[in-house]
């Protein structure tokens, strides 16, 4: 009985086969703010109106996205073990 595929390669896991899963988690990563006296005494008001700017046309999944996602893959013996040798392949950019 096959209850689950391998998220990879499309392969059938069947029921007591070996399978692995992948969590990923992709998010927006800070440095901590060094506030400064000036910082409290600038008018921020710009900055909030390009912050905007840049929000709009973009719907609320594009924006939680741009934040924080994650994903979790089943994966097959094989797929599992060709994946934590290259977990981040080379970008073609
Ligand atoms: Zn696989």
């Known amino acids: 009985m096959t209850n689950r595929i391998c998220d990879r390669c499309g392969k059938a896991i ?10 990923i988690q992709v998010f927006a990563a800070y440095d901590p703010l ?11 008001t710009r900055d909030i109106e390009q912050l905007l700017e840049r929000c709009e ?5 594009e924006l939680m996205r741009d934040v924080y996602i994650d994903f979790q893959f089943d994966l097959c013996r094989a ?3 060709a994946y934590v040798t290259a977990p981040m392949p080379k970008s073609a950019d």
């Open 14 to 23: 069947a029921e007591g086969d070996l399978r692995y899963v992948a969590k």
């Open 34 to 44: 060094k506030i400064t006296f000036e910082d409290l005494l600038r008018d921020h």
């Open 57 to 61: 046309g973009m719907t609320e999944e």
């Open 79 to 81: 797929c599992q073990k």
